[in-house]
């Protein structure tokens, strides 16, 4: 009976495991073999040799065989890494300390919960796409209402003014883009949150009293600490997502990524995931190859950040 | 004992009873007025804790009011220096104008058959899956498990590229194969492994005498699995189904490169970013904001009337075990 019902778990497993192995395993280990390859050719899959070029013309900027004329590394190390570290930095710690502030709010309070709790929730269930639009509308340099809301008519937050030919500081553009993945992000942190808080036991809160502790002592003491598991796990899927920010780049700046005075930082808003799909879409030879070796670093650094976390936070996380 | 006749003296002096819950003064104040004070504490952080939720509460909504008014609007009336909030004149035309220019019903279609094929798919695949992991024993269970679960930490740009190339090879990107096309907008879509770990939970939680009641009847494991377990799932699986639908409409990076330069393959999302693309363009505004409201309306709908079920799928991922 054992023998029988293995095969028929197996026949069960089937369709799951030869479209992963198509569609996960088999690309993952195909992707770092092609991250070594010379001219890889989408059309056909052709290439010649293999080669740590692409590693090379990515990572610095030395010229070399393979044509390097620096753009690779323009592109990855000077605006995509620098643009997906600032952001990951600047969005994840924000959005966690309000997402938690909001959800102990949430649960403290009595009236109207289910209503704050419902538009706390909307902007999860929207397009990032079509909100990013909606943002690039408000943050518009001649009518949008950041500006009549600051007093700064015609100010480029994100946008260069066409008529008096001013240009996009970095920073104004990377705030806009800030502001907008915070408020997208929120959502689903205050919702895990949440959960978390209502399965806190009232008795710390009561014990917390008793000893005469206020509400921000009892929060910081208290709701931090017992919350530790939901914020690690917050804490790692948030800079996993942050690592890979791209939609949101696309829906505020377009296809181009923006374009800002390079004097105050990077000259576009693109991400190390942007330069992947940039490259990816040439179909010229060559492309895949720097695609698949980015891929590669920017899963060395998201893995390297995950153990980190985890190890740092071991010793802080009470289960 | 000298404490308490201390009490008692006071309480004897005071004439009141009520004192004598007194016995510890704290901070020189009553019981009374330290009732008080920690009531007024109390009213206090509540209100700023209303006006603190109150003032996010409007920035969340803003953008989606933002997104409607200005669907609504003249060209002549966003240009105006000082914004209305509340459109002059409704300008219904604006979404006439929406429709047009996004081909709506190509989109729609190319969504609908992406949506509902890849979310049949994922189903059929998960729910196979799920009871495999959750009910039957096989040699390298907990490996394979295991193994899958270790996907869900790589970032799917490890996938993307190896699979566009892929597709690429068979001919299923661009322009002229269509069936193609949309086989490769589905097809990698039909496979979820955390929908499978979240059905394996729900899978196991149906208690193990229904499986052995079944056995004694002489039930096999199909029909136990097609008229006990996804009976009983049916929460879970609509939870799929919603969750899998909306990421269809949503989907934007891989179903872009595969209908590059094919405007007739365009799902909804690619079709509003493709459409709009020129940034600045105030005119368009209107329509613009018009398409976007579009597209968001559905996903609000939906939201409004099925919040149970995604809210239960999306806060079930933080829960550990």
Redesign the interface.
């Known amino acids: 009976m054992?023998s029988k019902?293995?095969w028929?778990?197996?026949l069960?497993?089937?369709?799951?495991?030869i479209?992963?192995s198509?569609?996960?395993?088999?690309?993952?280990i195909?992707?770092v073999i092609?991250s070594f390859t010379k001219d890889y050719d989408?059309?056909?899959?052709s290439f010649s040799g293999f080669t740590f070029d692409n590693y090379i013309d990515i990572l610095t900027p030395i010229h070399n065989a393979n044509g390097n004329d620096g753009t690779a590394f323009e592109s990855v190390m000077l605006i995509g890494l620098p643009n997906t570290l600032l952001l990951t930095f600047i969005t994840v710690p924000i959005s966690i300390i309000l997402s938690l502030?909001?959800a102990i709010?949430?649960n403290?309070?009595k009236f109207?919960k289910k209503i704050?709790q419902?538009?706390?929730?909307?902007?999860?269930?929207?397009?990032?796409?079509?909100?990013g639009?909606?943002?690039?509308?408000?943050f518009?340099?001649?009518?949008g209402?950041m500006n009549?809301l600051f007093g700064t008519?015609g100010f480029p937050w994100i946008?260069q003014n066409?008529t008096t030919g001013a240009t996009v500081n970095y920073w104004s553009a990377l705030f806009a883009i800030c502001f907008y993945i915070i408020?997208h992000s929120?959502p689903?942190k205050i919702?895990?949150f949440?959960?978390?808080l209502q399965n806190i036991d009232a008795q710390y809160y009561d014990a917390a009293k008793i000893d005469g502790a206020g509400?921000f002592k009892t929060a910081l003491r208290v709701t931090v600490p017992l919350l530790s598991?939901?914020i690690l796990?917050?804490m790692i899927t948030s800079f996993?997502g942050a690592?890979?920010e791209?939609?949101s780049v696309?829906?505020l700046?377009?296809?181009s990524g923006g374009s800002f005075d390079k004097t105050t930082g990077p000259r576009t808003m693109q991400t190390i995931?942007f330069y992947?799909?940039e490259k990816?879409?040439e179909?010229g030879a060559g492309g895949?190859g720097l695609?698949?070796a980015a891929?590669?670093v920017?899963?060395i650094i998201?893995?390297a950040f995950?153990i980190v976390q985890r190890k740092v936070s071991k010793s802080r996380v009470h289960? | 004992m000298i404490m308490e006749n201390v009490i008692e003296t006071k309480n004897l002096q005071n004439e009141s009873y009520k004192d004598v819950v007194l016995v510890m003064r704290d901070e020189h104040q009553s019981a009374e007025e330290k009732d008080r004070a920690s009531k007024i504490s109390h009213i206090i952080a509540m209100t700023f804790t209303y006006i603190f939720l109150a003032v996010l509460a409007v920035i969340m909504v803003f953008p989606f009011y933002w997104m409607i008014i200005t669907s609504l609007k003249s060209g002549t009336e966003i240009k105006q220096l000082v914004p209305t909030f509340w459109p002059m004149t409704m300008r219904w035309d604006n979404y006439a104008r929406a429709f047009a220019q996004l081909n709506f019903l190509v989109l729609m279609r190319n969504t609908l058959i992406v949506g509902i094929f890849s979310t049949l798919g994922t189903l059929l695949t998960t729910i196979f899956a799920a009871f495999a992991f959750a009910r039957l024993d096989f040699k390298g269970k907990d490996f394979i498990f295991t193994l899958l679960l270790g996907t869900m930490m790589i970032p799917g740009e490890m996938m993307v590229i190896s699979n566009y190339i892929s597709v690429s090879l068979l001919g299923m990107t661009g322009g002229t194969n269509v069936i193609g096309a949309y086989g490769a907008m589905i097809l990698p879509f039909m496979i979820s492994v955390f929908y499978i770990y979240l059905l394996r939970q729900t899978f196991r939680q149906i208690p193990n005498e229904l499986y052995l009641a079944a056995k004694v009847d002489g039930k096999s494991d199909w029909e136990f699995l097609w008229k006990v377990m996804v009976p009983l799932a049916k929460p879970t699986l609509t939870t799929i189904l919603i969750l899998k639908l909306m990421g269809s409409w949503n989907a934007y990076v891989w179903p872009q490169l595969i209908a590059t330069g094919n405007p007739d393959l365009y799902l909804i999302t690619v079709g509003l970013r493709e459409t709009f693309s020129t940034a600045g363009d105030l005119d368009a505004y209107g329509a613009q904001m018009a398409a976007t409201v579009i597209v968001t309306v559905p996903l609000l709908l939906v939201f409004i009337f099925c919040r149970k079920y995604i809210m239960r799928g999306v806060s079930r991922a933080g829960i550990k075990g």
């Not at chain 1, 198509?22 to 993952?28: A, N, S, Y």
């Not at chain 1, 639009?133 to 408000?138: G, H, P």
């Not at chain 1, 518009?140 to 009518?143: A, G, H, V």
């Open positions: 054992e019902n293995n028929k778990a197996w069960y497993l089937a369709p799951a495991l479209l992963l198509v569609f996960t395993f088999f690309p993952i195909n992707t092609v989408v059309i056909d899959a502030i909001i709010c949430l403290s309070i109207f704050f419902t538009i706390f929730f909307m902007p999860y269930v929207t397009n990032a796409i079509a909100i639009m909606v943002f690039s509308v408000i518009d340099t001649k009518y209402l009549f008519p946008y066409l408020w929120l689903y919702l895990i949440l959960g978390g509400r598991p939901q796990y917050i996993i690592f890979k791209y939609n696309i829906g700046f377009g296809a995931v992947i799909y990816m879409g179909n895949a695609a698949s891929a590669v920017l899963f998201i893995m995950t289960y």
